[in-house]
């Protein structure tokens, strides 16, 4: 994530970016003025993903206050109720932020409760909405400058620390580790401010040990220290600015899910449409096979009657040769046939005999003779007529006989 500082104190501002992805993170600095902030974010191509406003303590109002409470909610409640007498201007003129110091044993808590005029913030704002940007978040230089020094130097001692910015200087009072006094004093006095505020601790009951005077910290370089356990944290952003964040989160929010619906919804059609188009080539090939197998099959057909047909023919054949082969045999030498009619199928059929005789003995033998033989199953007589000749007498017969 690539986030923004931006310090701004009367008309110059001091700018850091800071990418916390980088394997050895540091803040690359810029300044600009309010002028020109637009064209200066514009030629260093710094398109922030996170913005963080710094305000100078100089415009910022502060107040360390004793909560009889460690519980956070209580002490967020008590604090709301003192806020408004702390501070000699109209609750509705303020924006508030507090951040919990520290929180003793006996149940009490110290509390840095922060002040600053709407307008202060609004003006800054417009800065910055000129340029295109937005704050995510505003603090101030003190907490910037104090967590900076906090995470370098270890106050083992009552430390009093006068660090120089421009046009004023910030002046600190750390005990323990802990902030416990916070003072703006401009250049012009600062000799008799950092005098006064040595009295004003020291007759408060504080000693100081240490004294460091030559203190120059860039507050945007606050931006290493973000999200470091026990840093005090103030946040003077406007409730109005607070909602349009969470709106525009919302609707960010919003926009992605659609994408990645829509996103889901193209890899499931784009699925959907290889599958049928993976079918539709599967199904054409089958039908391509189809094809090439009935056309095999059709000549298997074709070949497969013509030697259905070349088999009966055989088998007909056969069984035509094998019928006269038994006429010939049981006929009587007198018996002679003028006409065989024979019809039928390969496994079953029928033979109609026509023919004379000397008489209807010789017919009757031949039937019986037929059927005595096996090849034929069994021999009617149709009828049988007697006919005159001259040189005697004959008969003519039909017989139907089935084999």
Do not use: W
């Amino acid at each position: 994530m690539r986030i923004l500082g931006i310090y701004i104190t009367d008309d110059l501002i001091r700018m850091g970016l800071l990418n916390d992805a980088d394997k050895q993170p540091a803040v690359k600095e810029y300044q600009s003025t309010s002028a020109s902030l637009k064209a200066t974010l514009k030629k260093n191509n710094i398109q922030p993903d996170r913005v963080i406003l710094y305000i100078p303590r100089t415009v910022v109002s502060m107040r360390f206050l004793r909560i009889p409470s460690v519980n956070d909610a209580e002490v967020a409640q008590m604090v709301s109720l003192d806020q408004s007498a702390s501070f000699p201007f109209k609750p509705e003129e303020l924006i508030f932020s507090h951040t919990v110091v520290a929180k003793h044993k006996d149940g009490y808590s110290t509390v840095l409760l922060a002040a600053v005029q709407k307008d202060v913030i609004s003006r800054m704002t417009a800065t910055l909405k000129a340029a295109g940007l937005a704050p995510d978040e505003i603090s101030v230089s003190t907490i910037s400058v104090f967590n900076q020094l906090r995470s370098t130097v270890k106050f083992n001692k009552s430390t009093f620390v006068v660090n120089a910015d421009k046009g004023f200087a910030d002046l600190f009072f750390i005990k323990d580790e802990q902030l416990l006094f916070s003072r703006a004093v401009s250049e012009d006095e600062l000799a008799k401010g950092v005098e006064q505020t040595a009295r004003i601790l020291q007759e408060s009951g504080e000693r100081i040990d240490v004294v460091i005077r030559d203190s120059v910290v860039p507050v945007v370089n606050g931006l290493l220290t973000l999200n470091k356990s026990g840093n005090l944290a103030i946040d003077l952003l406007p409730l109005e600015h607070r909602e349009r964040k969470k709106r525009e989160e919302r609707k960010r929010a919003l926009v992605y899910l659609v994408t990645l619906f829509l996103l889901n919804c193209a890899i499931v059609a784009n699925i959907v449409f290889m599958k049928v188009k993976a079918q539709d080539a599967y199904l054409s090939m089958i039908r391509k096979e189809i094809s090439r197998i009935e056309l095999d099959a059709q000549d298997v057909q074709k070949k497969m009657r013509k030697a259905q047909i070349l088999l009966e023919s055989s088998t007909s054949g056969r069984i035509i040769l094998g019928l006269l082969s038994e006429l010939y045999r049981t006929a009587p030498d007198q018996v002679v046939l003028s006409s065989l009619d024979i019809s039928g199928k390969i496994s079953q059929g029928s033979i109609i005999m026509v023919g004379q005789a000397p008489g209807s003995e010789s017919v009757l033998k031949f039937a019986n003779s037929m059927k005595a033989g096996g090849f034929i199953k069994k021999a009617e007589v149709n009828y049988i007529t007697r006919r005159a000749m001259s040189g005697g007498q004959s008969v003519d017969f039909e017989i139907r006989a089935g084999f």
